[in-house]
């Protein structure tokens, strides 16, 4: 069984910074992919950044430059949330994939007053 537990949202101000911590429990496991996707009220939910287990790394485009993502070993990932800006408010999901089988964390609240 896993689990994926985050922490680090709150209420910042625009142009402030955040460091969300997602830690994974359970069984040992390689995720091939790990990530963080928001959602917005009146929105689906979308990919933000992700990481493969080779280091490759993706941004959605609209955050490329002002968050990074970082992946040091296969149960832990974060995302560095600097010049947030109110369009960023959210609730953010960390997200692992193993094999077949995806897993979410139970998503952490990002609001971001100007």
């Known amino acids: 069984q896993v689990q994926l537990v985050e922490s680090g949202g709150g209420l910042v101000q625009a142009g402030g910074s955040l460091r969300l911590s997602c830690a994974a429990s359970?069984?040992?496991?390689?995720?091939?992919?790990m990530g963080w996707y928001r959602q917005a009220p009146g929105r689906q939910r979308e990919l933000v950044a992700a990481a493969t287990s080779s280091g490759r790394t993706n941004y959605a485009d609209s955050v490329k430059g002002r968050f990074t993502i970082s992946r040091t070993n296969a149960k832990t990932v974060y995302l560095q949330m600097n010049s947030l800006k109110p369009e960023d408010t959210a609730v953010y999901y960390c997200n692992a994939i193993v094999t077949l089988n995806t897993y979410w964390g139970q998503g952490t609240q990002v609001t971001v007053s100007s």
């Open positions: 359970g069984k040992i496991f390689t995720p091939n992919t």
